[in-house]
């Protein structure tokens, strides 16, 4: 079975400080992929990052950065100088190998919010 | 390109009814999932359709249903509805054998 979990519930922060959200993930399965998801107050979820799991390159895209560490089975996101408009709900997510479709499982979701 | 589009967005429906909810993925798209989020149990996933087929299904009673239409359009189906399914449901779209799933901006049912 596959398990996703994200220890931290909510989240506040101060504008311009450095924010880490924390995901740590269960599979049996040797390919697999990792997401993570924004979900804005209008409730659609935004894609932010894929890695699969031979891949474990940190990658950096503007003030988001990703840490994958399969030793853990950790997949950290990092915002850096948080913004009043990365107020959201993120979620980490887990998906099965080439041969499994698509479907994700989630976890609970972090609550981030940055105040001005 | 257009995103995935649902309808209706909002639905409100009492006890026992039934209702059907629509997603039109990404042109392009073949595969297409649905979500139920709620407070308590959080994301979970309902089914997955590629090329008219239920590929995969989550741990949902008989009553949720699903169908996929030869131009990628998904319904979903909700038969003798229960307080308990009030949520958000999402539908995401991806290409056929990717794992990118991109979400719609979902139909939240409240059943009273």
């Known amino acids: 079975a596959q398990k996703v979990t994200q220890a931290q519930t909510e989240i506040s922060v101060v504008e311009k400080e450095d924010v880490t959200l924390d995901c740590v993930y269960e599979?049996?399965?040797?390919?697999?992929?990792l997401f993570w998801y924004k979900q804005p107050p209008s409730g659609e979820l935004v894609f932010l990052i894929r890695?699969?799991?031979?891949?474990?390159q940190n990658e950096i895209s503007g003030r988001y950065s990703w840490n994958f560490q399969k030793s853990t089975s950790s997949f950290n996101f990092t915002i850096t100088a948080s913004q009043v408009v990365d107020s959201a709900v993120y979620f980490c997510?887990?998906?099965?190998?080439?041969?499994?479709?698509?479907?994700?499982?989630f976890g609970e979701g972090t609550q981030l919010t940055v105040n001005p | 390109k257009a995103g995935v589009t649902q309808t209706p967005r909002y639905l409100i429906k009492t006890r026992g009814q039934q209702v059907t909810l629509s997603c039109s993925p990404i042109?392009?798209?073949?595969?297409v999932s649905w979500y139920q989020q709620t407070p308590g149990q959080g994301l979970q996933f309902l089914f997955e359709?590629?090329?008219?087929?239920?590929?995969n299904k989550g741990n949902f009673p008989g009553r949720f249903s699903g169908r996929q239409f030869s131009n990628s359009r998904s319904e979903m189906n909700v038969s003798t509805l229960e307080l308990g399914d009030s949520a958000l449901y999402l539908c995401?779209?991806?290409?056929?054998?990717?794992?990118?799933?991109?979400f719609g901006p979902g139909t939240r049912l409240t059943v009273l």
């Open positions: 997510a887990l998906s099965r190998g080439e041969t499994s479709g698509s479907r994700l499982t």
């Open positions: 359709y590629f090329s008219e087929t239920q590929r």
């Open positions: 995401a779209s991806s290409l056929a054998n990717s794992k990118e799933q991109f």
């Open positions: 890695r699969n799991s031979f891949d474990e």
């Open positions: 599979t049996r399965d040797t390919t697999y992929y």
């Open positions: 042109s392009g798209h073949r595969s």
